[in-house]
């Protein structure tokens, strides 16, 4: 993904789109910065970065490499070669991001962070602040993070009296291996998270999804929607972000960019956009069709940063 600028090209709706961008990244860091215990947690937690930026510095030539070798053959993607016998479902093969073998690449996981501070034009940390908001101080909860990659806001939320049983489940096992060098405090296991044990039926207090739905296709929203809802505690709570959809955009504002989803081969991206989030969190409590409702959306609205805005909704 760090390739892209330079090689995919921007026309003048996009432009608009990256402006509103930078302009809600720029309220964000003096909002969230303004606090001065806030600002002191962030600049903890980016420190671990440092150690990631020679990598990422390194890889920079050979994904602008790749994604000019796919625009000069008309592609798409690429191939995306698993390393183990996982069974992963189709829709995961595929080099999201621009990504070199995807998500099952461990210089993808240890750059992540770096990758989306360039795409959230850094705001990255600042808008996972929001979730972190959403989570009581203490030690008392059991809180699940559905693909969680290498869980970096955990390390802050850790630094925010948040000192929780964390677990933390994703289809990749080189962004949990990530996780592991990067010393989260959590259990981490790997889990495609349309299908969770059985055992785990209101298991947690609290569930966190940040940066999922996005990269779903429409079935596998309502699979994982059916299963958050089973492992989530009866009046447990479910802290959501993703990206902009269709409609947040306030007056003045351009929506997502329709080219955004080819810029990072993001094929699920669209669907997103045009997907009735309310609606589709109103899911039974459990995969079989019994009535009930997850959780009431309470408070569901949108935050400045990143692309655009990010869609927000606290639901308990």
Not at 45 to 54: G, Y
Not at 157 to 170: E, K, M, P, S, V
Request: glycine share 8%; hydrophobic share 40%; net charge negative.
């Amino acid at each position: 993904m760090s390739g892209w600028a330079s090689a995919l090209p921007v026309d003048e709706v996009d432009l608009s789109f990256f402006k509103n961008s930078f302009a809600g990244a720029m309220e964000l860091h003096e909002r969230v910065l303004s606090d001065p215990d806030k600002r002191e947690a962030l600049a903890r937690a980016e420190r671990e970065d440092l150690f990631t930026l020679p990598l990422f510095l390194g890889a920079i030539l050979s994904d602008i490499g790749r994604v000019r070798y796919k625009q000069r053959n008309g592609l798409q993607e690429l191939p995306v070669e698993p390393e183990d016998a996982f069974p992963y479902p189709d829709y995961y093969l595929t080099d999201f991001h621009n990504q070199a073998n995807g998500g099952l690449s461990l210089r993808s996981a240890l750059t992540y962070e770096w990758q989306i501070r360039f795409l959230f034009m850094g705001a990255n940390r600042l808008m996972r602040q929001g979730v972190i908001d959403q989570i009581p101080e203490g030690s008392h909860l059991d809180i699940l993070d559905v693909a969680c990659g290498p869980a970096a806001w955990m390390s802050q939320a850790w630094l925010q009296n948040r000192r929780h049983r964390y677990t933390g489940i994703d289809l990749s096992p080189s962004y949990l291996e990530a996780a592991r060098l990067l010393r989260r405090k959590a259990t981490l296991l790997q889990m495609n998270a349309e299908e969770m044990p059985p055992e785990w039926t209101e298991r947690f207090d609290l569930l966190t999804c940040i940066w999922l739905f996005h990269e779903l296709p429409p079935p596998a929203i309502e699979r994982v929607t059916a299963e958050m809802a089973r492992v989530l505690q009866p009046g447990g709570t479910l802290v959501f972000m993703d990206a902009i959809q269709q409609g947040d955009a306030a007056a003045g504002e351009t929506g997502p960019s329709e080219h955004f989803g080819t810029y990072f081969n993001e094929p699920y991206f669209q669907d997103y956009t045009r997907l009735e989030l309310p609606e589709a969190l109103r899911a039974p409590r459990a995969a079989g069709g019994e009535d009930g409702a997850l959780v009431h959306v309470e408070a569901p609205g949108v935050a400045q940063g990143g692309v655009g805005r990010a869609r927000e909704a606290v639901l308990r």
